[in-house]
Each structure stands twice: as C-alpha cells, then as structure tokens.
C-alpha cells in the first residue's frame, strides 16, 4: 500500500511492500530533476536533503542519462551512465534515481540478495519489456522480486494511436482489461501493462501506486499536462547493508 511520508517537512511517497531498502518516490515539493534554472536552488536543496536522510554523500547519488530505450547497468562502480534506463544496484554505500513525468517508474528489489532496480518504463521501454529484461540482469529468483509501479499516466489519461497499443499488445499473454477503445479513442493502462510482463515472468508481489500524473497534478508533475515541462518526479533506491 503506498502512503506519504517526508523528508525535511517535503512530501515523498512510499510503499509498505519494501521494508528491507529505502525506497521513494519524489513529489512537487521534494523533487531534485529539472532544466528550469530559476528552480536549481530548490532542487540542490532537496538533493542535498534526501543526501542526508539516505546518509550517503552527494557523487553517490547517481542517475543516468534516460532516452527511452532497453539498456540496462550496474551503478555499483561506474558513476556514468549514457543511454540507460535501468540501473541496478547492490551497493549500500550508493543511491540512484531515475526521472519520470508521465512515464512509468518501477522499482525492483530481491530480498534474498538484497539487490534492486530502478526502471523507467515509458510506452517505448515497456514495448521493449524493459522490466523484463531488469528481471533477467538481475538474474533474481522471481519468488525473491517484491516490485512498485509508481505514479504514472493512468488509463484514462493515456489516449495514443494503433502504432502504440501494437506494439504493447505483443509485450503481454493476457491482454484482458489492459486496452480500451472509447468513442473512436484508443487508451492503454501502462502500470498494469507493466504489471502483467512482471507476473507472467513469475513475480508475485507487486504493489501499483494508485496515483496518476495527470489526475494528481498537484502532487506530481506532467509532461502531457504541463506544457512539456522540465520538471521531473523521481523514484529512489538505496540498498541498506
């Protein structure tokens, strides 16, 4: 069940699935990810702030470079990560973000190896089973896999064309209550579509936010509602030792 909690009196929402790894997700006050310079003050502060809660220091706060694609990497090393959506991590003396505003965050962890993942799962990554290809990086026990869908574009609010729900419908078995047509419009229900790649692997905790970018606009940004902008929620990992 996700609920809110804060960080330095910020809003971050969380999940009570995973208990044994800090794990968040960022709101429209605690957020660390724009390009909007008059905003760069208000995110070195909360990165500096989520720094200290999560006690780790701030060049070990790593993200990549996202694009929409499949590539998946280890973040235990290296700190640079160009053309990568994924990231998987094991060492507890790191963290890693990845940014979303519509896109759909997803988060990993295997508590028999105390090993996690971050995975943003647009239309394009989740076409591309982009979590299931985490899944099988990880080389994890699907039993061991306790997986968060966060805050995303919702059912209702994403309407797309043929070209899109194509290319998803091949991503799953069951396709059952995943597409809609509506008055000549074509919606499909990213969160589950994601949820679905998970379960047919064998995964069986999974817990879906039930906030929608789009609906929630005042807890979250969006990219399709807000004009494209800049501005970026965030999901969190930190591996505790």
Aim: net charge positive; hydrophobic share 35%.
């Amino acid at each position: 069940m996700f609920y809110f909690d804060e960080i330095n009196s910020k809003k971050i929402l969380k999940s009570t699935l995973i208990k044994n790894a800090e794990v968040f997700f960022t709101t429209k006050e605690s957020f660390i990810k724009t390009k909007d310079e008059s905003l760069f003050n208000t995110v070195r502060k909360n990165k500096k702030d989520i720094c200290s809660c999560l006690k780790i220091k701030e060049e070990d706060f790593i993200s990549p470079e996202q694009t929409h694609g499949k590539r998946v990497c280890s973040a235990d090393k290296t700190r640079t990560f160009p053309d990568t959506d994924a990231l998987i991590i094991t060492n507890p003396k790191r963290a890693v973000y990845l940014n979303y505003a519509d896109c759909t965050p997803v988060i990993l962890y295997d508590i028999k190896n105390n090993k996690g993942a971050i995975i943003h799962a647009g239309w394009r990554g989740s076409a591309a089973k982009i979590c299931v290809e985490t899944l099988r990086i990880m080389e994890s026990n699907p039993d061991d896999i306790f997986a968060l869908i966060g805050p995303c574009v919702c059912f209702e609010c994403f309407e797309t064309g043929s070209e899109v729900i194509n290319a998803l419908e091949k991503t799953v078995k069951n396709k059952d209550g995943l597409f809609r047509e509506k008055n000549g419009r074509m919606y499909a229900d990213l969160k589950n579509i994601n949820a679905r790649q998970l379960k047919e692997q064998g995964v069986k905790n999974i817990d879906i936010c039930p906030y929608c970018t789009c609906c929630n606009n005042d807890l979250f940004f969006s990219y399709r509602l807000e004009n494209k902008t800049t501005n970026r929620i965030s999901a969190v990992l930190k591996i505790n030792p």
